[in-house]
């Protein structure tokens, strides 16, 4: 009796039959498993200056060749994607690209010749030897036949970028031998995400994934898009085995080293203090005798527009003369120029800066030039560590992805004092904080049922339980 691992065979109903090319039968199932093998190589370089389980990680995605690392803030995603960019370059001969988000590249290069790697900045196309550095705004200016892998750092980001951008950026992506991924926050419930993140990867596309491990309540999703009706894709009961298996054939998922097996040691976060701060105001809605929660979206916008002079004032109490650095938060123009005005030492990051004026900025903060740093969520909520600031203000939005990252450039490991987070709301809004609270017990649970799930399909990959020899049916052991 053949070996599947052993033999090669002309696998009947398959594309390749009719022309007489032979298949391997592992390849077989693994084509129909949707979980590829490696594309990568086993390190020529490991530093010891990294934590067993960023070896671990570094290791696993190189590889992989093409691959994902979902790890928290402040587990070293840096120095991963940096040793993993000077191994691409030390194997393979050719340059890699790392993406990052605005004012994230100077933070990167001080970390490279922090630990003697070989990387430069970028802004106008110019390729360095080795690695080159550059925020996604001008990945235009580079050429993908420059470069042998790519890696992006907080790929999560993709999500703020219009379609062509994040359309320009996976083509960019898929050209290139070897890719990594890179962020803190790809919602484990956003399968959106995962989707176009295996798609980037040159894994099963966005749609392919949907329609292989879900189910939406329509049974048709172009017609759903159509008629304009929101889609809700659920995942198949009997699929979901498979579809985290699958999830773990390309990713790793991490909050604290022990998710990997390893000591939780130096990676213990602070205290989190959070205080919520209902601000009285002296209008009402209109019509209105007393305030009350407002319902709907047009509503919130209106109550949040109605209440920015009380909110405003509420965060310059309580961040003008400590003497201490803080984060500032906020959501509309309106808001920033308010609390610009109430907070004299404090410096605005807007929209309407540019990008360069941006990056100065968000470094000023960083580098303890500015005591106190007001911006939005989507302009600098991603990738920036600002562990010497302990506080925190916040408006509260829907989004709790931002309301994470906003956290999380302070509160991350390597925090050394507790950190206080200041949300400041209304009674009008108390609505908008009950979903934000929702949706953070939620994250929390799926993300550990992500950890759970991928360990799971992890210890069966070990097991090497699909890849051991299986016994061909005899009626395709001879076949010609």
């Not at 007489?20 to 590829?36: C, P, T």
């Not at 980001?157 to 962020?183: E, N, P, V, W």
Request: net charge neutral; hydrophobic share 35%.
């Amino acid at each position: 009796m053949g070996r599947a691992g052993s033999t090669r065979r002309i696998i009947p109903g398959d594309a390749h039959a009719s022309d007489g090319a032979e298949v391997d039968y592992q390849e077989f199932l693994e084509a129909k498993s949707q979980i590829g093998g490696n594309h990568g190589f086993s390190p020529v370089w490991m530093p010891d200056f990294l934590f067993d389980f960023q070896s671990s990680l570094v290791e696993w995605a190189l590889l992989k060749g093409r691959g994902a690392i979902f790890a928290d803030c402040g587990l070293g995603k840096t120095v991963i994607e940096l040793v993993w960019g000077e191994n691409v370059y030390r194997r393979s001969g050719g340059n890699v690209l790392l993406l990052t988000p605005l004012a994230v590249t100077h933070q990167i290069a001080h970390e490279a010749e922090r630990f003697g790697i070989g990387a430069k900045i970028s802004r106008d196309g110019t390729v360095h030897q080795g690695i080159t550095i550059t925020n996604y705004e001008k990945l235009h200016l580079f050429n993908p036949s420059d470069f042998q892998g790519v890696a992006c750092d907080e790929s999560s980001i993709l999500k703020s970028f219009d379609g062509s951008t994040r359309t320009a950026i996976t083509a960019f992506m898929r050209k290139l031998q070897y890719r990594l991924l890179a962020t803190a926050t790809a919602a484990p419930n956003d399968f959106t995400e995962l989707g176009t993140s295996s798609e980037a990867l040159g894994y099963l596309g966005h749609m392919d994934m949907l329609n292989r491990f879900f189910k939406n309540d329509l049974n048709n999703s172009a017609q759903g898009r159509m008629r304009g009706e929101v889609i809700k894709w659920r995942l198949k009961g009997h699929a979901e085995i498979p579809f985290w298996r699958w999830v773990c054939s390309w990713a790793r998922s991490v909050r604290k080293p022990s998710d990997l097996g390893f000591q939780d040691d130096r990676f213990v976060l602070p205290t989190l203090i959070q205080r919520e701060h209902i601000v009285q105001v002296e209008t009402l809605p209109k019509g209105m005798l007393f305030a009350i929660p407002a319902h709907g979206l047009k509503e919130q916008r209106d109550e949040r527009r109605r209440t920015i002079r009380e909110r405003c004032q509420m965060v310059a109490e309580l961040v003008n003369k400590t003497g201490q650095p803080a984060l500032v938060w906020c959501h509309l123009n309106d808001e920033g120029n308010q609390l610009e005005k109430l907070i004299p030492d404090a410096i605005q990051v807007s929209g309407a800066d540019s990008d360069e004026k941006k990056e100065d900025k968000l470094l000023a903060f960083a580098e303890r030039r500015s005591r106190v740093l007001i911006t939005k969520p989507t302009i600098g909520a991603w990738g920036l560590n600002y562990q010497h600031c302990n506080h925190i203000t916040f408006f509260p939005s829907h989004s709790f992805e931002q309301y994470y990252q906003g956290i999380r450039r302070c509160w991350r490991f390597g925090q050394k004092r507790p950190v206080t987070v200041d949300i400041i709301t209304t009674e009008g809004e108390r609505g908008v904080l009950s979903n934000l609270q929702r949706k953070a017990v939620q994250a929390d649970h799926m993300f550990s049922r992500l950890v759970e799930e991928m360990n799971h399909a992890m210890s069966l990959e070990r097991s090497n339980d699909f890849n051991q020899q299986q016994e061909v049916p005899s009626w395709l052991s001879t076949i010609n």
